[in-house]
């Protein structure tokens, strides 16, 4: 399969997961575009023992990782920048804490839950294939799948 065919029909999937990841349709985007370059440059590792787009998906969900990585080091130092200014001392505060409450919500869901809901919901991945990439069951994908979707109703 040639790179052309391969990218028009794994983009769809793989740029849906990234949406769902960061929840902006330009940075999924590029995203995206760094996922399909950095298959390019690391195809040879690719042992073809999952699917390509569980494959591809993983790629893409490093890019994420390290786009939050370099975002937090530069919203470290905007924040620094903005500490000094002692009219917006108060208001940081504040939107530091509701920030802070919001995170402990989101992040209130542990790991498998969290990652396997998100690849149901938003990168509407089959259960095989969410199996596949945690290296289990289509069952097993299914029963994390629902027992996420209790623990985020009883968080509710």
């Known amino acids: 399969m040639d790179f052309d065919q391969l990218y028009k029909e794994q983009f769809p999937v793989v740029y849906r997961y990234l949406t769902g990841l960061c929840g902006n349709q330009a940075l999924a985007e590029e995203l995206t575009q760094e996922t399909f370059c950095r298959a390019i440059e690391h195809s040879a590792s690719f042992q073809g023992k999952c699917r390509l787009s569980v494959w591809l998906c993983q790629i893409g969900k490093n890019c994420w990782l390290s786009y939050l990585r370099k975002a937090k ?17 108060e208001e940081d505060l504040l939107i530091q804490e509701n920030a802070r409450q919001i995170h402990q919500r989101l992040h209130a869901l542990p790991e498998p839950y969290r990652e396997v809901f998100t690849l149901r919901v938003f990168a509407e991945l089959p259960y095989g294939q969410i199996g596949e990439l945690f290296g289990k069951s289509e069952n097993w994908a299914r029963v994390t799948y629902y027992r996420a979707k209790q623990k985020i109703k009883e968080g509710l």
Do not use: K
């Open 73 to 89: 080091r530069q919203a470290g130092d905007e924040a620094l920048e903005q500490m000094t200014s002692p009219q917006n001392v």
